[in-house]
C-alpha cells in the first residue's frame, strides 16, 4: 500500500526559506510522476511542482526561481526546497503521485499525503 508523508512545514517570515519533505512507503517515488499541490484557505487546490520519472520538472509561474523539487530515489524521499517566502505561500503543502504527470490537474493523481502547513508572515 502506498502512502506518502510529508513533513518540514512550519512558520517563517517573509525572504525566509523552508523545506519539505515527502517519505514513500513504496519506490513508487522512482516510477511516477511526483508533485507538490498546495491548498490556501478559502482557495482551491494550486499544483506547485512537478517532477517526472526521468528528472523532467515543471514550475507554476509564482514559484520559478524560488522553490526547487528534488528527490532521493534510494530513500524514496521527494523534496520541495522554498526560498525567499512570501506570504501569499501560506499554504497546507501536499505531495501526490500519478502514472502520468497531469500538470496542475490534481484529479490526475491516485496518491496522496496527509499535507503539512507553511505559515509566512510578513
Known amino acids: 500500500q502506498v502512502q506518502l508523508v510529508e513533513s518540514g512545514g512550519g512558520s517563517v517570515q517573509a525572504g525566509g526559506s523552508v523545506s519539505l519533505s515527502c517519505a514513500s512507503s513504496?519506490?513508487?517515488?522512482?516510477?511516477?510522476?511526483m508533485a507538490w499541490f498546495r491548498e490556501a484557505p478559502g482557495k482551491e487546490r494550486e499544483g506547485v511542482a512537478t517532477l517526472d520519472s526521468d528528472g523532467t520538472t515543471s514550475y507554476t509561474d509564482s514559484v520559478k526561481g524560488r522553490f526547487t523539487i528534488s528527490k532521493d530515489n534510494a530513500k524514496y524521499i521527494l523534496y520541495l526546497q522554498m526560498n525567499n517566502l512570501k506570504p501569499e505561500d501560506t499554504a497546507r503543502y501536499y505531495c501526490?503521485?500519478?502514472?502520468?504527470?497531469?500538470?496542475?490537474?490534481?484529479?490526475?493523481?491516485?496518491?496522496w499525503g496527509q499535507g503539512t502547513q507553511v505559515t509566512v508572515s510578513s
Open positions: 501526490a503521485a500519478a502514472p502520468v504527470c497531469g500538470g496542475a490537474d490534481s484529479n490526475a493523481y491516485s496518491y
Open positions: 513504496t519506490d513508487i517515488i522512482n516510477t511516477y510522476c
